[in-house]
């Protein structure tokens, strides 16, 4: 059993930052990497952001690349999303993800372990 605990969603203006947080706990071993998925009203699912565990590559979609920053820590199935120079376009819940595949990191399909997610929400 995989229980993933998400926090640091909430509000801001347009341009301001946010940063959340996930720690994973159980059956954590076979976690190959962390990521987080964001799902706007109406919208699908879409990969925002990716880390390795074994190499500690990170991986970004072209929407949030240069604005946001995964980071983590392996040992405690731990991962952070900084997001800066938040935009109106941003606001979504955010799904942190874990995963015990090598597949593409960025199908959804590829990822096991779902967080509940936190809003994040941008004024303008």
């Known amino acids: 059993q995989v229980q993933q605990v998400e926090s640091g969603g909430g509000l801001v203006q347009a341009g301001g930052c946010l940063r959340l947080?996930?720690?994973?706990?159980?059956?954590?071993?076979?976690?190959?990497?962390m990521g987080w998925f964001r799902q706007a009203p109406g919208k699908e699912r879409e990969f925002v952001a990716a880390?390795?565990?074994?190499?500690?590559?990170?991986y970004y979609s072209d929407s949030v690349k240069g604005r946001f920053t995964i980071s983590g820590d392996r040992g405690k199935s731990t991962v952070y999303l900084q997001m800066n120079s938040l935009k109106p376009e941003d606001p979504a819940v955010y799904y942190c993800?874990?995963?015990?595949?090598?597949?593409?990191?960025?199908?959804?399909?590829?990822?096991?372990?779902w967080g509940q997610g936190p809003q994040v929400t941008v004024s303008s």
């Open positions: 993800a874990a995963s015990e595949s090598r597949g593409p990191y960025f199908n959804d399909y590829n990822w096991g372990y």
């Open positions: 947080s996930c720690a994973a706990s159980g059956r954590t071993f076979n976690f190959l990497g």
């Open positions: 880390i390795r565990w074994a190499s500690y590559n990170t």
